[in-house]
RNA sequence: CGCAGGAUGGAGCAGCUUGGUAGCUCGUCAGGCUCAUAACCUGAAGGUCGUUGGUUCAAAUCCAGCUCCUGCACCCA
């Protein structure tokens, strides 16, 4: 059976790691560990676009080989992943072998086939910035003093045939319903393709662009950014080996909305298309994160860094926030107020101040094990119902990427133990002498045990670490597939409990 | 100009596809509880769902106009 395949766009080197590559992360490392909890076997594939002039100017600031710059630079994307629990079967550098050969392969077959011709390329030159520059770059119809010289160049360059493909992708878009998430990301791609389609510019001589990938039918060039870059998807899987079906249709690109149009929605899919490979299942677009209504940006230097949240908080904390905060497609606001209340009152209070109490009193009043479900009461039948009338809705949402409400509804769950633990007051019970009552008290703790079980079962794919140690203090090994496991029972029967836990401390008041 | 997204009690959001008593979290106020991370539970106050008009027995939800906010150069998820 073919696995699932699921990719992030791979980071630019010439950047350091922030809250948007963070988030696309966590998104989709928290889809990939959802499907493998749904049974599936996952592929999950992220990695750095290393390649192009930006890379080769910072390295050459840094007075290194653009080879050194991007083992730098890949060590601080890679420790990010590790630092978000990003569950990434593997990590794909462009400056690999096994990329550039692929590369290589896909253009020499387009070349081949007359999609890539040679034509002039005309424009301004700026040789301080090394760019071509355009209309737009213009301030009060001059080019701005930053761009230093400006020289008129005009040197023959190869182009991708994109326009002969256009009525093409135009029909499948439409007929595709399901190609773009959410849907009305594809009403962009197609008002973008009622202009004519330029044919795409993909190389640059190597006197200017010296690192990159040379065209394999003309040394002189080396291929321009998409090219190289989108690639990647395919690359990394073993393109035209037999593994490569194992995992080919992906079934979700993740990127962001800055790069669907027209790199993925137009470059990459015309790409494919004409290499006669099969499309993907589904862009999966997600939107951005917004300071106070800002867009967070080098150049506006607002930009959160990640891994300090993380230090403090801890990686669960701070993916339940990513996830719970956004409304995957569209942007949201990020603040540290938001995310201290988040933390304090969902997590802290709510969730994890309910495992303490659970445990407490379990030690205290059960000796640490769990007991028979002996009473079934009204108590009882709300908690019950409530897990069973919201199952099915949750693992609807987790599939439909509504993972903000869905996780809204997990904590509302949550909250329906506390309930019942304030319904119960099993430290009431304790005080009785009722044998009834002491049939109540074993059932009321055998509950909440199962529905934090459950809870936990539910967040894994969101809360991969503080779901485990829930589970561990419920005395479970480990977390097992969704399957049968997350259905009310009583497997927990005769389990020993561990230890009282503050999974999620209050941070010092200042 | 055009295109897209947004506008829902003090704050942040859900609901809008498939019209039918407006929901959640935080905050505020009052009460309860004491097992627990000064946590938990209950109740209350607070919204003519941006605006105008239309369709309908009925509209936050459908249709049209308008207003305001955001994005649509490079960088960038």
């Avoid at 040394?219 to 950014?225: E, L, R």
């Avoid at 998807?233 to 393109?239: E, K, R, V, W």
Wanted: a negative charge; one cysteine or more.
């Amino acid at each position: 059976m073919k696995n699932f395949y699921i990719t992030t766009a791979i980071d630019y080197a010439n950047g350091s790691p922030h809250l948007g590559h963070a988030y696309e992360k966590v998104l989709t490392d928290v889809i990939a560990r959802h499907e493998r909890l749904k049974g599936k076997k996952v592929h999950f594939l992220t990695g750095l676009d290393e390649h192009g002039q930006k890379v080769q100017q910072s390295a050459r600031k840094a007075d290194m080989s653009p080879q050194a710059f991007c083992d730098i630079q890949a060590e601080k994307f890679i420790s990010m992943c590790k630092l978000l629990n990003i569950s990434n079967d593997d990590y794909i550098r462009t400056t690999q072998k096994r990329h550039k050969d692929v590369v290589c392969t896909l253009l020499q077959k387009l070349f081949d086939a007359g999609d890539i011709y040679m034509a002039e390329y005309k424009g301004f030159y700026s040789t301080r910035q090394e760019q071509f520059l355009q209309e737009r770059d213009k301030v009060d119809g001059k080019w701005p003093e930053i761009f230093g010289e400006i020289i008129e160049i005009s040197e023959p360059n190869y182009f991708f045939k994109t326009s002969k493909y256009q009525t093409w992708l135009v029909d499948f878009i439409k007929e595709n319903e399901d190609f773009i998430f959410p849907r009305f990301r594809a009403k962009q791609v197609l008002e973008f393709l009622k202009e004519p389609l330029n044919d795409l510019s993909i190389s640059r001589p190597k006197e200017r662009l010296e690192w990159g990938i040379p065209l394999p039918f003309d040394q002189n060039y080396v291929t321009y950014v998409w090219f190289d870059a989108l690639v990647n998807y395919i690359s990394a899987i073993g393109y035209g080996t037999p593994e490569f079906s194992q995992n080919w249709p992906v079934d979700y690109h993740v990127i962001g909305k800055d790069i669907l149009v027209p790199p993925h929605s137009v470059y990459w899919t015309i790409m494919l298309k004409a290499c006669g490979i099969e499309l993907p299942k589904s862009l999966l677009v997600h939107g951005w994160w917004l300071s106070s209504g800002e867009k967070m940006s080098k150049s506006l230097g607002n930009i959160v860094n990640p891994l300090d949240l993380v230090e403090q908080f801890g990686t669960d904390s701070f993916r339940y926030f990513l996830m719970r905060e956004m409304n995957v497609g569209q942007d949201s606001d990020f603040s540290a107020d938001l995310f201290f209340t988040r933390y304090t009152s969902d997590l802290g209070n709510d969730l994890g101040n309910l495992v303490s109490r659970a445990l407490n009193m379990s030690h205290r009043y059960c000796g640490g094990i769990v007991k028979a479900q002996s009473v079934f009461e009204e108590p009882e039948k709300e908690l019950k119902e409530l897990f069973n009338n919201s199952i099915e809705e949750i693992k609807r949402m987790f599939d439909g990427m509504q993972f903000h409400t869905a996780l809204d509804k997990i904590f509302t769950f949550i909250r329906g133990i506390n309930r019942y633990a304030e319904v119960r007051a099993p430290w009431k019970l304790a005080k009785s002498t009722e044998s009834t009552d002491a049939q109540r008290l074993e059932t009321s703790l055998a509950y909440m045990a199962e529905g934090l079980r459950l809870s936990a079962i539910m967040l894994a794919s969101v809360m991969p670490s503080i779901s485990e140690q829930i589970l561990g203090l419920l005395g479970q090994s480990r977390l097992e597939a969704y399957g049968d496991s997350l259905v009310w029972g009583n497997t927990l029967e005769g389990s020993k409990l561990g230890e009282q836990a503050i999974l999620f401390p209050r941070p010092q008041a200042k």
